[in-house]
């Protein structure tokens, strides 16, 4: 995990995590309750991987003909098919 991070960075970082968080004083900072203008996603970028897939001719030109990046959408609707059947699951556990 700390693979190429500078041995003072990891002490600090270290250091940092031995403090309890109830003694880190916060009262400079603002608590946020607005978070109509949050951007989900606007850091975080899962892991890509390319990958060889045989998909008929048909539905690759109906997501093409959607416009934008067809692979993008693709990934979007394989995403939200593998979240409904892992909440079926843990639903029937």
Same mark, same amino acid.
């Given at each position: $995990? +700390?693979? =190429?991070?500078?041995?003072?960075?990891?002490?600090?970082?270290? =250091?940092?995590?031995?403090?309890?968080?109830?003694?880190?004083?916060? +009262?400079?900072?603002?608590?946020?309750?607005?978070?109509? =203008?949050?951007?989900? =996603?606007? !850091? &975080? *970028?899962?892991?890509? *991987?390319?990958?060889?897939?045989?998909?008929?001719?048909?539905?690759?030109?109906? !997501?093409?003909?959607? %416009? %934008?990046? &067809?692979?993008?959408?693709?990934?979007?609707?394989?995403?939200? &098919? $593998?979240?409904?059947? +892992?909440?079926?699951?843990? +639903?029937?556990?």
């Amino acid at each position: $995990m +700390s693979k =190429g991070l500078d041995p003072q960075l990891i002490n600090e970082l270290n =250091g940092l995590t031995a403090i309890p968080e109830d003694s880190i004083d916060t +009262s400079d900072i603002p608590e946020i309750t607005d978070w109509s =203008g949050a951007v989900v =996603g606007k !850091f &975080y *970028r899962p892991l890509k *991987r390319a990958v060889t897939i045989r998909l008929d001719a048909d539905v690759i030109a109906w !997501f093409k003909a959607k %416009g %934008g990046k &067809y692979q993008t959408e693709v990934n979007k609707v394989l995403r939200s &098919y $593998m979240m409904q059947q +892992s909440k079926k699951k843990n +639903s029937a556990a």
